[in-house]
């Protein structure tokens, strides 16, 4: 069968069609022989596009019709979004996984991938006696991730890919300028666009100018400041480009028969200022400094055909005058000066009426030199961050004017000259360089999906207390062990006000003992008998929670649910709906009237204690699968106004319905679920109440305990691990598994009952193997040792029933390849006697007289 639903699954949008989820699970674990797949469209997708239309066929085939070969899990759960499929993995939370493991994980610094979904960005530390330590004033911190998947209508959200870092970024970074952003730079991949962006699609590649700096992982960037450059950040460095056309061609209008001074001339912008000069036609002459000059002269000659009468020295005192020299004693025209000091007598070199173009000086005061300007001469002076602030059409049509300018000259523009490479990871030899180099080119700082970079030690994690105001926060279903253990960790952590939800008075002495606990600590606690099913009682509930003078609802803990376990061939619709109700109905019920409070800009958050068992679709409990399922989809629904948790729980030891059935318990465990510690579970609450696992990483909106690894369930040797056969569990089962042994020889298919099987001689040999692998089998939930069970008794007097007879229906199915109906399991039939018919039918053998 092949269920077809709707925002049920990828994209929660409507969380009542993601039970179906959770029975299809079960009804797949129960029966091997039925294949139940499902398929969950996206909310905008039209059933009737062709699209959807071959997704539905190709599910068919690939699911359905198709048998998987030996050793291929079939695929049985499909999403479909924007006409491509996707397929649901169980993957581990490794930060959750490991602040269990070590309480103290957020005080040791930890590698993180810098391309990992989040926003990571730089962060400049601030100045301390080793200020000009690259390697000690700057970090990587993780902020959260854009809360909506789509961007604001006139943004671009680009994936970093590359920036471009120059002197005065290192000069930042030493404390030695005003600014404190490092790289504005950015070449990228659109992620997606908003609804007013045109001309840009998300897979573009682009550069960008990044007001607020460009080393992030991921941004959202005002449409104006990304283009599609010819080139990339190879030719056109946005800042340097935007500022030296904005100052030659818009403002000082340059013509072919002037003549420029380009002071800083190896620089970013000096280069491009050079560039924009030839290609218009006037005479350049330019500076160097620093080291290498050689080196400079040298490239400048051979990319711009500057020789050595238009290249001069700075550091020469003589310099201006040589420099007038070789002109004629003519002066300048126009001095751009793209540097972050004064590095000359402007008005022994610039004309009466001529134009001095300077940047904004962003070094300290007690740095910078005083400029001297002719008196009749005009005055530029450009200060990039200023028009990003206040003039951002105007730098959006410049950058515009130099996307055209590079495209019409492009064969004629040369790369950056003295550009250094460097990866994100290795960003404090990047700084290194720009010191050591001086104003000459710059650093291409680049990552991509494999760099990793440091997060520092955070202070301290954030705290449950700290998390807790003095709100009410209500339990529904609180007094049972679970709940009780809930409450009094809120209590010890200072809640004052606490409300328990249930349909009866508290009546055993644990519930009694614990709400007078509760009181001795010195909260408020207040119990109302209630069916939280029924909306018009939990609306009254309400009322008398405020009517009673409580303070407001701060969160709620949905911990109500009940267990009715049947296979679903013989569950009745009173069974189910029994189980059903308090998850789906129930949840509803408290979102609607306890998730929207009067004071809207504080909505309460809602943690539902949810259930693996509706990930793996446990068998003999499809209608409590499909309840905890839907629990899953309303946390991740984005429907309730405040945060939304389900902890997909297995059994927790010392508290939980699943202790409160020693037959339950027992089932679980065999079928490979593990017992999980009541303060384990309380560590991963208490992050949910935080909202996130350590600072900045988000807590998810579900999370799945209690299923092991691969190497765990082989380490346990579970008897009945069903579940880890699905492809849901195909990359969780290869985790932790120790490496192949190359000693061994064969294989596991050769040492199978299956091939043993069909190497016997005898119907006699092959019932003796089939005995004894059902005995081991059965022992495996029985009290007694395979050794110890009799073959002329039939299975039910070893305690199989209904629920245990599904596993060795399974067993026989995948071990021996025979298929027994329940009902045969459960019959009068002996041990010896359901074995040797298994192994007549697997083998042939005791046919026609064989």
Known sequence: MLWVTRGADKKSTLPKNAPIIGLARTLNSEDLEKVMVTLDLDNDSWIASPSVIDNIVQVHLRSILLVPADGVVRETEYAESSGKLFIPRLVPITSLNALIRDKNLDMHPRMMQFLDGHRNELTIKKATEERNDPDSNFCFTRACPPCNPTCAADKVRVMYRASFLQHKDWQTLAGLTKENTIGIDLAGVVITVGNSVHNIRPGDQVVAVVPGGALKSVQDIDQRFVKRVPGGLRKCIPSAWIQAHYGLVTRCAITSDQTVLILHGTSTTGQAAIQITQALGAKVYTTISGNDLQVQRRELSRHFNLDADRVYNSDDSDWCSRMLRSNDQVKMDIVYNPGPRNLCDVKLVLKATGTSIRHADSLVPETCR????????????????????????????????????????????????????????????????????????????????????????????????????????????????????????????????????????????????????????????????????????????????????????????????????????????????????????????????????????????????????????????????????????????????????????????????????????????ASGFYGIRLDDFLKVFERAVVGEILPDVLMPSQVVLGVGTGGLMLQNKSADPFWARTALYSYLKLLDMPPPDLSVIGSATANSLKSKLGACEDLAEATALVCHGLKKEVSSQATVGADQMDESKPLKDYGVDSLTAVQVRAWALDKVGVSLSVFNIMSNKTILELAEEMARTATGLGKDGE
Not at 376 to 404: K, W
Not at 582 to 599: C, E
Not at 637 to 646: D, E, H, L, T
């Open 370 to 669: 005083p400029y001297e300007d002719p008196p009749l001469s005009s005055i530029i002076r450009l200060d990039l961050a200023l028009l990003l602030e206040n003039e951002p059409a105007l730098v959006g049509d410049t950058f515009t004017r130099v996307v055209d300018f590079v495209q019409e000259h492009y064969g004629t523009i040369h790369p950056v000259l003295f550009t250094r490479a460097c990866a994100v990871d290795s960003l404090s030899h990047g700084f290194a360089a720009l010191r050591d180099n001086g104003t000459c080119g710059g650093t291409l700082v680049t990552a991509d999906t494999s760099s990793m970079v440091l997060l520092p030690p955070s202070c301290q994690n954030s705290r449950l207390r700290d998390a807790l105001d003095d709100g009410t926060y209500v339990l529904a279903g609180g007094l049972g062990g679970l709940g009780r253990g809930v409450a009094r960790r809120l209590a010890t952590e200072g809640a004052k006000n606490i409300v328990f939800l249930s349909r009866s008075a508290p009546s055993s002495i644990e519930a009694i003992e614990c709400i007078k606990i509760l009181r001795d600590m010195g909260v408020k606690v207040l119990h109302i008998m209630v069916d939280i099913c029924d909306a018009g009682a939990v609306k009254n509930a309400y009322a008398s929670i405020v009517s009673s003078g409580m303070a407001p609802i701060s969160g709620v803990v949905q911990a109500a649910g009940l267990l009715q376990d049947s296979l679903y061939d013989k569950m009745s619709y009173e069974d189910w709906m029994k189980v059903m109700r308090p998850k789906a109905l129930g949840s509803s019920n408290l979102v609607q009237y306890f998730g929207r409070p009067a004071d809207l800009a504080k909505p309460p958050w809602f943690i539902f204690l949810s259930s693996s068992a509706g990930i793996i679709g446990n068998r003999g409990q499809a209608n409590y699968a499909a309840a905890n399922v839907y629990l899953d989809a309303l946390a991740r629904s984005g429907k309730i106004m405040g945060r939304a948790y389900a902890l997909d729980i297995g059994p927790i030891l010392a508290a939980g319905m699943a202790t409160d059935s020693d037959e339950t318990l027992k089932i679980l465990r």
